[in-house]
């Protein structure tokens, strides 16, 4: 005869009614969910189960009008499993790991605890919900984190290209503090030791392919910008002094559906750009910004303010 696992014995066994509250929480890995039942504010069952969707959904689905919430930190595994939950019309919550409130003193970190205290803390209201994406606002906004990934990696190469020049002693063509064309240039035409000569023509042409990928990116952005029917969001965002094709891309694809956001101030708590409030008895200050959120929208926008006192006197005297 057949045994059936603990967790398949707790369900045929359990018995729910509209009255009972019950909140699952997740921990989402690639290969493995741990998963556990909160009941009426205490945790009923635990357990692990694979990554595939079909028969967590099935499960879950077992809790029947109990299940009040499925909760899970987002993390490298993404939306799928919510817009999976949710097209089984199943109430899901993704939640943000930088808003999940942690002890402050934590002698352990195991993935069974975690998803303990995301159904404990579920069932009291303490979790912060982020927006689920669509799959199409999801699309849209990889090619501007693509973009991001591309310059980081090329900054990595012309940051590697200076600290071979300092290392053989060779001294850095003018020009090359901008990279400029006429920089790269004379390193191309340096006369070095042929295994110098190898590794150099290496580093620039792994930065040509880099700037290659770069411009591919860019022109994608602006072919886009008609293609799907944003160019008025965008032609308003680049009217701003400052804001150009992919600061207004990175800006229109992270904030999506703006109407969510009630107030300015949520907005920029969203970008991490609202100052932290410190409070002791009678003394109150704002401390430095929160730098919660996306840092590279952040730092475009910062990059773009510069540009926009430089360009604004009102703004260079209010700022």
């Known amino acids: 005869m057949k045994t059936l696992a603990p967790e398949h014995k707790w369900f045929k066994q359990i018995t729910l009614s509209k009255a009972d509250q019950v909140y699952v929480g997740l921990d989402v890995h ?10 009426n504010d205490r945790i009923a069952h635990a357990f692990r189960c694979s990554a595939d969707h079909g028969p967590l959904i099935e499960k879950l689905k077992m809790l029947g009008t109990a299940l009040k919430m499925v909760s899970y930190e987002a993390g490298p595994t993404g939306y799928s499993l919510a817009r ?5 019309s199943l109430p899901v919550q993704v939640i943000s790991p930088s808003n999940t409130p942690r002890p402050s003193k934590r002698s352990s970190k195991t993935d069974a605890l975690d998803c303990r205290q995301l159904a404990l803390y579920s069932s009291q209201g303490l979790l912060k919900p982020v927006t689920i994406p ?6 849209q906004r990889q090619l501007p984190r693509l973009r991001d990934q591309l310059v980081r990696k090329r900054r990595r190469v012309r940051q ?9 002693g060779i001294s ?8 400029s064309c006429a920089a790269v240039i004379r390193l191309q035409e340096l006369d070095l030791h042929s295994a110098l000569r190898l590794s150099l023509d290496l580093y620039l042409e792994e930065l040509a392919h880099l700037s290659s990928l770069i411009q591919r990116v860019e022109a994608r952005l602006r072919a886009m910008t008609e293609e799907t029917g944003h ?8 009217s701003h002094p400052g804001v150009g094709l992919v600061t207004s891309w990175a800006f229109h694809t992270e904030i999506f559906r703006p109407q969510r956001f009630q107030q300015p101030g949520q907005i920029a708590s969203f970008l991490g750009l609202s100052p932290r409030l410190i409070q002791s008895g009678l003394t109150s200050r704002s401390g430095p910004i ?11 926008l910062i990059e773009a303010s510069w540009v926009w006192i430089q360009r604004d006197p009102k703004a260079r005297r209010t700022y």
């Open 30 to 39: 690639k290969s493995s969910i741990s998963l556990a039942i909160c009941v």
């Open 231 to 238: 160019a008025e969001a965008l032609n308003i965002l680049t």
């Open 134 to 139: 669509t799959p199409e606002e999801e699309a």
């Open 160 to 168: 590697q290209i200076k600290s071979f020049l300092l290392q053989h």
């Open 290 to 300: 929160s730098k919660s959120g996306r840092e590279q929208l952040r730092s475009k």
């Open 172 to 179: 850095q063509p003018a020009g090359l503090s901008r990279w």
């Open 84 to 88: 999976a939950l949710q097209a089984a």
